[in-house]
């Protein structure tokens, strides 16, 4: 027995089979069944489909923020977590493989509404959620807000399974590759990447892009640091939403001499025509994205690569689940995600 239910939302079905097939793997798991329903005037419905079943019992909820239906995702999470409380639950844990309003955590001018505590409030006095796990925050400082606001959280990185696919890409000689951050706000994690690849070398493994944004999708490049001419570079980012940054970043890498370039990204949202603008810029070899969103087979194209996250979510749940594991969760799933046999799917 597993000890917890698992409910995974709409937004998130696409995890379903997958998930389940890895967590049937080791004992016999079987999702727990809701309904989601909109009406036709854009209000929406959720209902238990055994009630009585949440009674004294533990549940985690899977969901992402897709970005084509955020609120639809994030009120289907806040209404079921409540209506599971209300009907008994003893704890309800969410899973959110990509959290939306990231980008909005401070004020850039007065009178704007900081909308990421206002998501962390509503999933705190309305959902009653117990704890939030979130994969890849835009802004890793909006983990000490949920702290702040006493909602129990935990940060994944999936860092460690993009070093992982390096090191197969590579077949174990990194000596030619270099990591680079597309902005100075990713400079952190590009480093921690490169130190973890090549550990007192880092200095000469890291390139950082400096670049100005001039609006919601333009920026213009200001300056290149670091090691390229003949190398292999691999830029690292949270998300693709236009892939402007990383068009642009990625010409300037070529243009300065790199051999290969590839694109790393936890959140694919490909947001508009960034798929195709990503398959047919010449500047860049390969995109490699998890799915922590849905990407929709119009979008799958031969140049971008699909991590598949089902095995990284069953494992995550079989820590959680375990109550005599004492142990830090994060540092386990780490060293699961360094070790695993990676699932890859494209078009």
């Excluded at 806040?78 to 008994?88: I, Y």
């Excluded at 000490?144 to 935990?154: D, R």
Aim: glycine share 6%; charged share 25%.
């Amino acid at each position: 027995m597993l000890g917890k239910e698992i409910v995974v939302c709409k937004s998130a079905a696409y995890f379903a089979k997958p998930l389940f097939r890895a967590l049937n793997k080791t004992q016999e798991v079987r999702p727990y069944s809701h309904s989601f329903e909109q009406f036709p005037d854009g209000e929406f419905k959720v209902r238990l489909d055994d009630p009585n079943w949440a009674r004294g019992r533990d549940f985690i909820v899977i969901t992402t923020g897709n970005p084509h239906n955020v609120l639809p995702n994030m009120w289907e999470l806040a209404m079921l977590a409540r209506t599971l409380k209300l009907n008994g639950a003893q704890s309800v844990e969410a899973i959110v493989t990509h959290l939306p309003f990231c980008r909005q955590e401070r004020k850039s001018k007065p009178g704007e509404c900081t909308s990421t505590d206002a998501v962390a409030d509503f999933l705190k006095t309305v959902a009653r959620i117990d704890r939030i796990i979130f994969f890849d925050l835009h802004v890793a400082a909006i983990q000490t807000l949920y702290s702040v606001l006493s909602i129990p959280s935990m940060h994944i990185r999936t860092r460690f399974l993009f070093e992982n696919y390096l090191r197969k890409k590579a077949l174990g000689e990194l000596s030619g590759w270099s990591i680079c951050a597309p902005d100075l706000g990713r400079r952190q994690e590009a480093k921690a990447i490169a130190k973890d690849l090549w550990g007192e070398q880092t200095d000469l493994h890291l390139v950082q892009i400096d670049k100005e944004r001039l609006g919601p999708t333009r920026t213009r490049l200001k300056s290149v640091e670091g090691l390229v001419k003949g190398r292999n570079i691999a830029i690292s980012d949270d998300e693709i939403n236009t892939g402007g940054t990383l068009i642009t970043a990625s010409r300037a890498l070529k243009e300065r001499g790199a051999k290969r370039v590839l694109v790393l990204a936890t959140h694919g949202k490909l947001v508009g025509g960034a798929a195709r603008r990503l398959t047919a810029e010449e500047a860049i070899d390969e995109v490699v994205v998890s799915n922590t969103v849905s990407i929709p087979s119009e979008k799958r194209t031969s140049k971008i690569k699909i991590i598949s996250l089902a095995p990284i979510l069953a494992e995550l749940i079989n820590l959680l689940a375990d109550k005599q594991n004492d142990r830090p969760i994060e540092p386990q799933l780490e060293d699961f995600m360094l070790r695993s046999d990676l699932e890859i799917f494209g078009k």
